[in-house]
Nanobody, 124 residues
């Protein structure tokens, strides 16, 4: 069983930075890949960044070059460093883990563990 708890959301002006953290419980062997998703107001949930057990990463085109995903603390913490934030980055950000598949896809339905989310608001 995996439990995910996000923290670090908040409000920031455009151009600013935020760091999101996701504390993961359970064995890292049960988390073959981990990802950040987000859901903006009136929008569907979308993939932001994913990292697998080999350290391979993938980013959505909208955040590439501005966001960085990493695993720390013996892979028990998933971090998302967000720089040069834009108003369109405003969303609730969710940490997700997949215990069944490797790879760096944003196939949302295949991630079987989810956190409760943390709100990020970027003002212009």
């Amino acid at each position: 069983q995996v439990e995910l708890v996000e923290s670090g959301g908040g409000s920031v002006q455009a151009g600013g930075s935020l760091t999101l953290s996701c504390a993961a419980s359970g064995s890292s062997d049960s988390r073959l890949r981990m990802a950040w998703f987000r859901q903006g107001p009136g929008k569907e949930r979308e993939g932001v960044a994913v990292i697998d057990q080999h350290g391979t990463t993938r980013y959505a085109e909208t955040v590439k070059g501005r966001f960085t995903i990493s695993q720390e603390n013996g892979e028990n913490t998933l971090t998302l460093y967000m720089n040069s934030l834009k108003p369109e980055d405003t969303a609730k950000y969710y940490c997700a883990a997949d215990s069944r598949r490797m790879g760096v896809g944003f196939d949302l339905s295949r991630y079987n563990y989810w956190g409760q989310g943390t709100q990020v608001t970027v003002s212009s």
